[in-house]
Each structure stands twice: as structure tokens, then as C-alpha cells.
């Protein structure tokens, strides 16, 4: 993505084509001001704001805001006005033009298929507004889906030695340049220097509400438990089992005539959409996270 | 209720009004041919089945069903033969005329009006079909609602002999004669013997997605998660905490705005339609207990 | 489908494999006793019944049942026994073997193809138990949809000649052998001959929660009013536009941020799911038809 | 309420309590520069911005936003600096501080008790920031309602002179003074100059899922047609019946076992949550119209 990723170490600004609008996001501690200057910054860079998100965890003392500019905007002249405000507070900021090039989405799955198979599907008929550049997989069940849709496919069986396997994997994806990560039913857990070096890059899909049934087999537990709702859960992958910042939830109401295949099947429908949902949410740049939760500005 | 509870020792069938229909209810191991046993018994009896929903759990062999006759059953005749059903199979069957006497309800609270408050509102408008005869708290301000309603109000403060107040709830439960005890957001766990006492007849409302969040400050816990759906739950009552069946759940989409009181406030919605949604699959005789799991007939 | 369809002319029943159980739904007058009649008839056939459903509709004396029988069932003597019942009663039941033969859906389309990419695609991953045997479209959008999982494709393109082109498509249907025929977002309404010939047999998808904007451009005119919440709606098709007996409906929350745009992408994600579960409530023999209404035992 | 009402005869701010910050709404036409000019404005005058929702209908051109501000502001400089920003664009804002006086809100209805039942109930909790000042009444049901409570009651029969009751009824709303007319369940018709005069201030609920079955006995519609799922829906008052911008929408699923009695008790659940949340959005400044549309900041 053309983003400007302001860390500590500067950035490159990459200038697309920004005549057509732009989305910026900043994460920063609060202060008075800060939307004023943002919206002068704009202002002065020749921008119009369309829509503003804005939210301010006073507890926390963490501001976020997206802000969409519509027209054509002075985006050297933004960024300058930026690193000013980023000066004097630690704010991190994103500069994303509207007309980007699409992003890249490296999708990882095992045996179960709904998941990739929806992604897949939404991408090619232009549902879901990304490249799934790469399908890899521990198993070879999703290398037909992968040949119907022309997606490279790559299997990495499960090996003796698992530091090899995951050293393996690391370089697939860092070859493969993914904008995002989606572990799609991947059942394997990421090594933590991989998490941390796609950090809120990458995407899972936890068949559970969440925080109930944290681990494997959900649908099993959730049946033993008797409930009468059962979900899935979107959340960013931090190195704590299905513990990472929530993007997107969704349930679906049970009989008692549910067994766990049907618990399997209804799930799997939640499953998809809130997965798809998360990711459209993230490649929109409308996820900001602050610790452990995120806002979410839809 | 003018209900048949064929237990071990025999039970009274009280005739009130068979002319308007019945509810029969039927929990069974399972075994060829019980329906057509039910079915062929109503239809001797002169009755009309117009609602049968029936559900074999076929992993663990139970049977559950409820039937709903129409018309002038010979309720004696039909209990008759329900018995030669009985006396083959450990059959647990219950009988009500659909013109029975209005339920009576007791309900427990502390200091969190919105549940009672609903549950009063509702029985005084008819929109919950059964009486509220008492208000019981360990608190008092639930008083000033009771006294609203013409409600009696029971004060069992918080003692040191825990035991001694244990008791005192007891009796004061057994003199209303509740056919069903509701704990509207009553903060204080039950003993056993007063749990064990009124089996399937204690319904409580837990102000969370169980089993996510057991036990207390659910919604606190919720936000510290940063979960986007919390939920509320209406179970019966067991020893395990918030452990017994469930009967109703629902669940209600956060945003990052909403803090722990928006929580508790948006939470507070669904804890009053599940929980009045639960007493009346309970009054209404749709609910069929299967070990830790309930038969929801709606 | 090994189905007993047992309209006036009488049928032919074909006795696949009744050694997996299988499934009678009856529709009929409401009369005493049939509940027995049947129960007796699955019982003296050696079935199990496992699963009972039974609704009458008491205004309009409408009877209808869906039984799943478990075990090796003799189900030649069963069906003499439902035809003994159906003498005396203008009886409509069907039998299906649960080990029957994949059903045959043939998937009618535009240029839409998130419905048809979605139901190709569960069909190919075994989530949803049927053969898409063909995709006819009046565009040649879908072509490369049915490439990919090898699916025929057949393109009506529009003539001048109206009745010409839906004589062609009722021969291309017949030649198919549907045993459902899926309206997915097909934009061209159906020759009453051919509603009639596939009576209950033809599923549309509508993109509004109907009754409400019945017709084109929902979502132009959900905008307009500027609703809060937009769905889909299930039906089989009837010669009244958009008034067919509705199988299933759901519904998704907008804000104010969702255009035209926003709402066709949310709306998309419900049509397919609301459309793939009525095309399993009907190949699982689930949906009895009451005149302009369904009950549904789901 | 404190508010300040821009409208083209100026208004008089009376300055409560603005220690605890204050809530600013804006409508006005769309222009570049009108959030950076809004946020100088409110830092000038000592506020810091803790939650900002903003929103341009790109197609109208319209634009809309609600501020939260926190911290002691100087309101005065506040009010001063928007009026020159409002002497250049023809903009509409309200200035409300958090101290404000409650809401004084009226509740009109007929015989149907569960909105007013509810409304006043949670009033009395503090479940809903608001005062309920009086509930009036073409019929005499809710007068016990209203007594068990202490809240004035109302009877206006109808009368043959119907002009007559509407301007006694103009005359009890006026000497109530209210902040906010509700229309719980009311069966009449209010005529157009009491609609005009108390514009975007009157909000009625609708027992169905609108545009969908307007007008009366909307559950006997739904059932007719056979649809699976009812709705409600919380709108302002216009002089078209049932056309008002919508504030706020919901739904519940049915099966074919919900009968008319069935629909009308679900229905009444989400009436009461649809019309109690559409309240407070409006008393909590959240509500901004667009025309036939509104913006809901929530």
C-alpha cells in the first residue's frame, strides 16, 4: 500500500496518485489541538474532509481519528504539516491514497476450506478489494481451489523440525510481500518472531465468541456447554492464543436440534462473512488499535 | 400450576378446566413406538393435537416432546393411559390445561431495578402471563418499586450468620408457594439445599455470554477484553455457578465508544427480553431439561 | 430425488436405500388422529422416529408434519399404510430415503454472480448438499464463474422474440432434470407455464426485506427512504411478482455512512446466506407450503 | 434544554454549567475549511475534543457533525466565534452543555401500555435521562399507569369536533413546555400545524419494519403475507403518515408457529427498546437531519 508508516525511523512517501482523495489515520496520545491542527493541515494542503471519525479513550488517554479528504490534495505539502504536529507529540499517521494500488493478501488455511474458498471468491468477482497473491498451506486439500482460481499454492507439510518449517514460512511470506496475513482455519500456531514482524498485519479467525472457548474445538465444547448462541471472532494474532485486539464478532442462534455438525455448518457461515469483514476493515484503513481493543470506525 | 408431575412416588391430577386443551409434556429414554403410544392415548381420549414438537437426543437416547391438544380432552382417561406408558418406560411426563391458574412468581433482586422492574411492569399490563406475589431482596431499593405495584416486599438484610439468613429465605420462599423463583440480578449465591429443593424451578439471569465472563463485573471484564458483542444469559439454577441449563440467550453489537456504563446500560436491554423470554418458555411449559442441556420447544 | 410424491395420479416409489432412514413430510385437512395414524404406520413399518414436527394451522384447518424415522424402515409397507391414510384424507406425503442421490439445482443468473460464485462454491467444498448441474444466464458475465468449477453454462441471450426464448429455456430446463431451479439475482421474470410446470420448485432470491420494495432497485429506494436496516428474501416463485410463500428472510444494520454502494455490498453478503439456507430448508424436505405462507422446520 | 438554536433569529445561550463540557451539533451546507475552522474555534475557547462524528452527504452536499467537547469552556467565546462561521455559511449548530437541566419529555398514547409502560418505568430507574412530564391520552387505560408512577395524566376523549381536541391538545403541549413529544402507540393523527410547530421534536414508533406495512394493523399484514421476521421502527414526526426521517430500526425473527397474538407480544419487545433508544439518541444530541434522512452519531 502507498502508506506512510511514520515511525521512529521515517518513512518514504509514495506519490501514486493522490488526486483523487486520501485516508489518514492517526493513533496518538491525547492533547488539546490535535483535530485543529490535523484539520488546518488539510485544509492548507488543499483537501475537503468528508468523513471524520474520532475517539478519545479518556481513561487511557489515547486519541485516534480517520479522517477521508476528498479532491485533489497537496499530499507533500500534508506530510510536511504532519511531521510538524509529530514533532512535538508521538503520533503515529497514515497517508493512504484513495486510488491505491490493490493490496496483496497472502492467505494461510489447513484442511478446513470455507474460509479461503470465500476470499478467493469475493476477490474474483471483485467483492473484496485485494490480490489473495498466495495460498500456502500444512496441508494439500486446498490446492484444487487454488488451480480453479489461478492462486499459487504452496505446501508446507508439517515437519519434524518445526524451527525449520516456521524459519520456511517466514520466507515464503517475506517473498511473497503481503500487505496482510490472513490465517484462515490455519490450525498451526505462528512463531512469535513472525507475529511480531507482521504486527496488526495479520488477520485470524477464531470459530468462537470469544473470550469463550479459547483454543480447539469450539463447536464441540460450545455443544457440551448447551448454548444457545454460538460465534466467531476476527482479531489481530498477538504471540497469546486467540488473545490479540478484536476487529469483528458475529453470532448465530442455535435449537437444541443443532448438533455439532450443524454447530459446524451455521458457524462456518459466520465464520466467512465476519472474516471478510475484518479484512475489508483493515485494507480500509479503519481499524485503529489501542492496546488490547480497537476502535473500529465503520 | 394444575400440573401432573409423575414422579417415583405418584402425583395428584388436579381437574381444574380440561375443556380448553392441554400441554403435554414427555421426557423419556428413547424407545420405538413412544409417540405413536402419546398420540394414539390423546386421540382415544378425545383430544386434537395441533402443536407437537418432539427432539431425540440420539447420542445420549433421550426423548422430549410437547404437545399441544385442543378441544374437551378426558384428562383422567389420558393420564390413565400416560401411566401404562409409564409403568413400561422411566417416562417423566406433566399435564396442564391450557385454562390453568395464573403462575405464581417470587423474584429476588438486590439493587439493580431494571429486571424486576420489567418483570412487574410486564405481569401488570398482561404481558407476562403470571403474577408476581413478592419482591425479595437483601437490599432495599427495590422497595419503592414493589410498593408501585402493590407487590409485597420482603427486606432479608445481609447478616453475619449466613447460615441463619439462608434459612430465613427459605421459609419465607416455601410460605409464597412460588411455582417458579426468578433471580433478577440477585447478587448473593443460593445454598444448595434451596437450589436442590426447587430443581428446574429457579431461573437466573447472568448479565453475560455464558460461558464467557462467569461470575462478576462480567461487563468490566468484557471491555477490558475489548469484546464488540457482550450478552445475557437465563439459565436454571444448579450448584455450579452460572454452570446450570441454559434457556435464552441474546446479544447486543458494541463500538469502540461504548465504555463500561454504555455496556451496562445496552447490556441491561437484552438482560430484561432474555430473562422475560425465559419465563415464559418456562411458564408456558417449552422447556425440557437434557442433562446439562435444555429442549427449547418455541 | 427418490421422493414419493403423491399427487392424483398416484407415482411410482423408488425404493433406493431406506436402510440409512428417511423422511415423511405430510400436508393435509386437519382431522383427529392423523398424528396417531402416522406414529402407528412408521411404527408397524419398524422405523424410529427421531425428529417430529408438527404445526396445524387452526384458522385455516391446515395440517402439515415433517418426521425423520431412524433404522431400517420396510418402506414399501409404510407407504401402503400412508396410502390407507390418504384415502380417507386428501393427504399430500412425500418419502425420501436419507441415503438418497445428490439433488439436481440448476442456477439461473445475470451479471451478479456473488449468489451463483456462492452457491458454486459451497457445492464444491460440501457445504451444501447438491450437484449445481448447470448455469443459465441471459449475460455471458457468469461464463468464466462456471469455467472454473466446470460447470455447464448456458447463455439465453435477449431476442426480440420473448416466447421464443422462454420456449428455449423450458427446453433447456427440461433437458436438465431439475430437481430445484435457483432464481439468483436473475433479472427477467419467468413465463407463468414455466412458475406452473416447477411449482415449489423455483427459488428466488429478492435483495429487500419483502414485502417492503417489492421490485427493481432496492437499494436505491431503501437509501431514499433512508432505512436503518436493509435484508433479503427467500421465496419460491409464483406468477405474482415477488409474492411468493417467503422461505427465509434476514436483515443487516446500516448507519448513515452507507450508500447505494455500501448497502449493495452488506446486502450481498445476506442474500447469499439467506439464499443458501433456503435452498437447504428445501432439499432437507424442511418447508411445507399453507397457501401463501410456510411453515418451516428448521 | 440550554441549547442554543441558530436559527435566523438568533437565540439567547443561557449559560447553565459548562464546567463539564458541552456538546456541539452542526448542520450546515459543505465547505472546505468548516472542521478546521470548528476545531480553532473550540480551542480558542479552552475545550479539548474527545469524540467527533462527522459526516458529508457528498451527493447533497450537506454536511453534519457532533462534537464532544470536555474541560471548562469559555462558552461565550465559543458561541461568538460559531456565529461568524455561521455569518458566512448559512449553518445550524446547537451548543448543550453535559450539566444540562433533563429533558422534559411527554408521552402521548391510546389503549396499547407496553411504550409508555416502559418509557416511564426506566425514567423512574434512571434508565432514561429524561423527565416524563405527563402522559396523555384519547382513552383512560394508562391512567393507572400513570398514577402508580405520580406522572400527570391527561384524558383527551375524542370528541365530534375534532378541530376542537386538536387545539385543546395544542394547548396541554404547550403548557407543558415539553423538550420531546413521544407518540407511544398514539392511534391518532396529529394535524400538520401541531407536526410544524414542534419540528424534529416529535418522535413516533411504528409497529413495523417501515417502509414495509404502513399504516394500521401492520402485524395482520405481516402475517397474511408470511413473513418471518416483524420489525419496529422510531421515526420524527412529518406530515406524511409514517414517512418521517428514521432514527432507528429493528427486528426479531418468527416461525410459521407465531400466530397474530404471537407477533404482537415479540413485536412489542423491540417497539420498546426501537422507541426507548431512538429517545435517547435524540435527548444525547446524536441525531442530525438530512432531509428525508438522518445522520446518527452513536
Known sequence: MATTDSTAEGHA????DWSKGLILTVRSPDRVGIVAGLAA???????????LDQHTDVVEGDFGCRIEVAGSVDALELDRRLKDIQSSLSTIYT??????????????????????SDLIARSAIGQLDCDVVALVSDQTTARELAERYGVPFTHLPIREDR??????LGEVLESLEPDLIVLARYMRVLPAWLVSHYE????????????????????ARAHER????IGATAHYVTSELDGGPIIAQD????SHRDD????????????RSVLASAIRLHLEQRVIVFGSRTCVFD
Open 200 to 219: 496488526q498485519r495479520i488477520i485470524n479467525i477464531h470459530h468462537s465468541f470469544l473470550p469463550a472457548f479459547i483454543g480447539s474445538n469450539p463447536y
Open 163 to 168: 524451527a525449520e518449517q516456521e524459519r520456511q
Open 251 to 254: 453470532v448465530v442462534h442455535l
Open 41 to 51: 493541515s488539510i485544509q492548507s494542503a488543499g483537501g475537503n474532509i468528508v468523513e
Open 13 to 16: 512517501l509514495k506519490f501514486d
Open 226 to 229: 448447551g448454548v444457545k448462541i
Open 95 to 116: 497517508l493512504t491514497p484513495v486510488a491505491r494500488r490493490r493490496s496483496r493478501v497472502v492467505v494461510l488455511c489447513s484442511s478446513t476450506l470455507h474460509c479461503p
Open 260 to 271: 455439532v455438525a450443524d454447530m459446524t455448518r451455521r458457524g462456518a457461515d459466520i465464520e
